[in-house]
């Protein structure tokens, strides 16, 4: 479980976070959603430490993460898997070496039990015997299940993962988003998603933090934010006239 509590982040004079507090579960997807500008990605760095709040604090299963110094965050961060926006794969590196990279930098295995790791993220994410591809000879959704690899490959206590679906048409979307909803569910992780997909939030929403100019407006399921008569957050969730018209019928 990681818990925010009271956020507060500016930039000069703009003030980004406006002391957000909120928990985020293990072994259930929690979205952080929210127009562009709204601090999405801001908060999603305050939480991995790229990013210092300017006050406030973010606590890993109880372990104050802000106070830390490099040395003593470097532990947290061995448990923290990232999907970067864009997948972020090394491109003169195969697909197994990119898997292999956070095992390379954080553990003293073996060559021959890290391949093993990278076969197995790799078999979970349907891509068994993509080895020694490049990431140019990759589809976009092939590229993310690559990168959901290589942030499994630690075996990760915390998931997060930065606007999983950008970039992909919306049958490769969902089965990203399956994929991040099954590894959740199956290694129990706390797993956060920075999203602006409308199918992702009413797919796999677990819970929602809706941010709205740099504060919490709403937080509540998929199964709740059809029946809310927030207009901010109606105007962002139900946006398109079909989404209003499938809003009408829940
Ligand atoms: N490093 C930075 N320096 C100065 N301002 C920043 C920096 N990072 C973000 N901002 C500002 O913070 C605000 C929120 O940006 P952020 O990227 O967190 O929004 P977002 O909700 O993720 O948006 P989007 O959905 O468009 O990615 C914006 O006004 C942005 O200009």
């Not at 790229?50 to 040395?71: A, C, E, K």
């Not at 390379?104 to 891509?127: I, P």
Request: with cysteine; aromatic share 10%.
């Amino acid at each position: 479980m990681i818990e925010i509590r009271d956020i507060n982040k500016s930039f000069d004079e703009n003030q980004v976070l406006k002391g957000i507090s909120s928990k985020f579960e293990s072994g259930v997807t929690n979205l952080i959603i929210g127009g562009s500008g709204s601090g999405k990605t801001t908060l999603l760095k305050c939480m991995v430490g790229l990013h210092q709040p300017d006050s406030g604090s973010v606590l890993y299963d109880d372990r104050d993460f802000t106070p830390m110094d490099f040395q003593e965050r470097i532990e947290i961060r061995k448990e923290i898997g990232m999907l970067f926006q864009g997948s972020a794969l090394f491109d003169s590196l195969t697909v197994e070496e990119n898997i292999m990279f956070p095992l390379n930098m954080f553990t003293q295995q073996t060559h021959a039990e890290k391949l093993d790791r990278v076969n197995f993220c790799l078999e979970r994410v349907n891509l068994e015997g993509k080895n020694k591809l490049f990431p140019a000879e990759l589809s976009g959704g092939m590229k993310k299940r690559v990168g959901i690899a290589r942030a499994i490959a630690m075996n990760p206590k915390y998931l997060f993962c930065d606007e999983p679906n950008s970039g992909l048409d919306p049958k490769t979307s969902i089965v990203i988003d399956e994929l991040i909803k099954e590894i959740t569910e199956e290694y129990n992780t706390t797993t956060i998603v920075v999203t602006h997909d409308m199918n992702s939030v009413m797919g796999i929403g677990d819970y929602i933090l809706f941010l709205y100019e740099g504060k919490k407006f709403w937080e509540g399921s998929n199964k709740e934010i059809a029946h809310t008569d927030i207009q901010e957050l109606n105007d962002f969730v139900f946006a398109s006239r079909f989404m209003k018209a499938a809003k009408a019928k829940f």
